[in-house]
Nanobody
Framework: QVHIVESGGGLVQPGGSLRLSCTVS????????TNWYRQAAGKEREFVAD??????AYGESVRGRFTVSRDNAKNVIHLQMNSLNPEDTAVYYC????????WGPGTQVTVSP
């Protein structure tokens, strides 16, 4: 059975950085697209970043500030978030695509003075 767990969220001041991790168990992620999405309170879920075979894509609101990467050997996907601002406050979710279409439970990121 495939499981996804996000980690690394927390409280950070504006301008700060956080690194989120998504650990996948039960399958080899190397063949499947993996994404990060986020959902702020009262808003729809928003695409953040995607990575597959080294190719990446980013949502417009995070492009240039966030970097997605993955370690296929460890089955882990990272999201490095820099220059954070209060508008980045949200629950961040990891998603495994392809045949699985599985979401993690999410990790809260709060950007506040």
């Amino acid at each position: 059975q495939v499981h996804i767990v996000e980690s690394g969220g927390g409280l950070v001041q504006p301008g700060g950085s956080l690194r989120l991790s998504c650990t996948v168990s039960g399958t080899d992620i190397s063949q499947y697209p993996t994404n990060w999405y986020r959902q702020a309170a009262g808003k729809e879920r928003e695409f953040v970043a995607d990575i597959l075979n080294g190719a990446t894509a980013y949502g417009e609101s995070v492009r240039g500030r966030f970097t997605v990467s993955r370690d296929n050997a460890k089955n882990v996907i990272h999201l490095q978030m820099n220059s954070l601002n209060p508008e980045d406050t949200a629950v961040y979710y990891c998603h495994l695509g392809g045949r699985y279409n599985i979401w993690g439970p999410g990790t809260q990121v709060t950007v506040s003075p």
